[in-house]
């Protein structure tokens, strides 16, 4: 009976100590992963603040671009006094009305790291969540107004090419300010006229959104740093 017991007693043991080894074993491999994981997220996370300062950069760009410009629909008013302009501050004029402004916001790395999983591996509910809004909703709705200004731009250009008489050796669109007829289109013609509108306009949103985006890329900043 001791013999038994004593025997049962050993295998026990030896289960215990396999058992402890085991788990022991799973736990160091547990440790290794979270250590990894909170590797790659302290990694990605430097890479979208870098993003984000980029970002801050160029809508502070497009902010400035209104802020110094903006005037100058005032001569798209007046042909009579847009007729005593130089030809530089003109071609100026019209390259504010007539291209698209803003960029595409970077999305690499969020598409990444929310591709992988490993976004909602960050155990900060506050910083998932800010990451989360600013890209998902702040940026979208950014981005919705740069695509909103393209396709007016795009539209204009089709009717510029239809009414007015470009210069032949820019490289860029410009109109021929030594033609009367594009002075009077610039004053006549009603649908161009809409577009002009239309553009300030949306300028005005880009800027006015851009100031909003950046309040959120600070926010989210600001978590991060504190994370």
Do not use: C
Not at 37 to 63: H, P, T, V, Y
Not at 94 to 110: Q, R
Request: zero cysteines.
């Amino acid at each position: 009976m001791n013999f038994l017991n004593n025997t049962t007693k050993k295998y026990l043991l030896e289960f215990v100590i396999i058992f402890s080894g085991i788990s022991g074993s799973f736990l160091v491999d547990e440790y290794r992963e979270d250590l990894e994981i909170n590797r790659q997220i302290s990694k990605s996370l430097l890479a979208i603040k870098s993003e984000l300062l980029d970002d801050e950069r160029n809508l502070n760009g497009i902010i400035d671009l209104y802020d110094s410009s903006e005037f100058y629909y005032d001569y798209m008013l007046d042909i009579e006094e847009l007729k005593k302009l130089d030809l530089s501050i003109k071609n100026k004029i019209w390259s504010y009305f007539s291209t698209p402004w803003g960029n595409k916001l970077n999305l690499s790395v969020f598409r990444s790291i929310e591709a992988s999983g490993l976004l909602y591996k960050i155990s900060n509910d506050s910083l998932r969540n800010q990451i989360l809004s600013l890209y998902q909703n702040t940026y979208e709705r950014y981005h919705h107004i740069v695509d909103y200004d393209l396709t007016h731009i795009q539209k204009m250009d089709d009717l510029a090419l239809k009414s007015f008489v470009l210069t032949e050796k820019d490289v860029f669109w410009n109109i021929d300010w030594n033609v009367n007829q594009n002075f009077i289109q610039l004053e006549n013609n009603i649908e161009l006229k809409n577009y002009i509108s239309a553009n300030r306009s949306n300028k005005y949103m880009l800027s006015k959104n851009a100031k909003k985006v950046i309040t959120e890329i600070r926010k989210t900043i600001s978590i991060i740093d504190n994370y």
